[in-house]
């Protein structure tokens, strides 16, 4: 268990619908990273935020957005969703607080199935 | 713009022998690089890390090798066992910047 939590484990919505996917970042994780992973796919760099601000922006569609709250969990919110949008969504925390780059600790992931 | 170049896709090796897979970078600010292991539909849980201070590591079975000159690293897997199938990652990041990731190696361990 890597300490980052992802709600909920699958979604199955509709064409055209809107869906909110949830992380909580490990304790002490300032960063949350999101990215997408469709079939047999690699992991596409959706957005990062940090300590509530938004630091890189990665191919995320403007259907997409997501926020980091106060408390540190970070929600992405993908609206009027598209067949191709089915995928494994992963949420990913580091601490970031120091002069390095830091681990990055992956959720479980939501896997979205549109139909 | 940054990039991650991995090789190979796949990989298929008898169970005992070694793997190696071959990554390489563009960013030459890239100071730290980590390898991912994923299981089908599990979290990319990582294996081993290196930073640009260092040439290599090992842990067990497990290596990383930096060159830093030519902007190379590599993971070495050696005695491989049924349970090292997976897909493995390699990425590369600096501080304060986001993470980027290879294409994916997916090896495959023959009994």
């Known amino acids: 268990d890597s300490g980052v939590t992802q709600t909920p484990k699958h979604l199955i919505t509709a064409t055209g619908q809107r869906v909110t996917l949830r992380c909580s970042p490990r304790?002490?994780?300032?960063?949350v990273y999101w990215y997408q992973q469709s079939l047999d796919q690699g992991l596409q760099f959706l957005i990062q935020?940090?300590?509530?601000?938004?630091?890189a922006k990665g191919n995320i569609l403007e259907r997409f957005s997501a926020q980091q709250f106060p408390d540190l969990h970070s929600e992405l919110n993908l609206s009027s969703l598209e067949l191709g949008d089915s995928a494994l969504y992963f949420c990913?925390?580091?601490?970031?607080?120091?002069?390095?780059?830091?681990?990055?600790?992956f959720g479980p992931g939501t896997r979205l199935t549109v139909l | 713009g940054e990039n991650v170049e991995q090789h190979p896709s796949t990989l298929s090796v008898q169970e005992g022998d070694s793997a190696v897979i071959k990554c390489t970078y563009s960013?030459?600010?890239?100071?730290?690089f980590p390898w991912y292991k994923q299981e089908l539909g599990k979290r990319p849980q990582l294996i081993i890390d290196?930073?640009?201070?260092?040439g290599e590591k090992k842990d067990q079975r497990i290596a990383v090798t930096l060159n830093k000159t030519a902007k190379h690293f590599s993971l070495h897997i050696t005695e491989t066992q049924p349970e090292d199938s997976a897909v493995y990652f390699c990425?590369?990041?600096?501080?304060?910047?986001?993470?980027?990731f290879g294409s994916g190696t997916r090896l495959s361990i023959r009994p």
């Open positions: 990425a590369a990041s600096r501080r304060a910047s986001k993470i980027i």
């Open positions: 990913a925390s580091s601490v970031d607080k120091g002069l390095a780059a830091d681990t990055q600790y």
């Open positions: 290196i930073r640009s201070n260092v």
């Open positions: 304790s002490g994780d300032l960063s």
């Open positions: 960013d030459s600010a890239s100071n730290y």
């Open positions: 935020y940090y300590n509530g601000e938004e630091r």
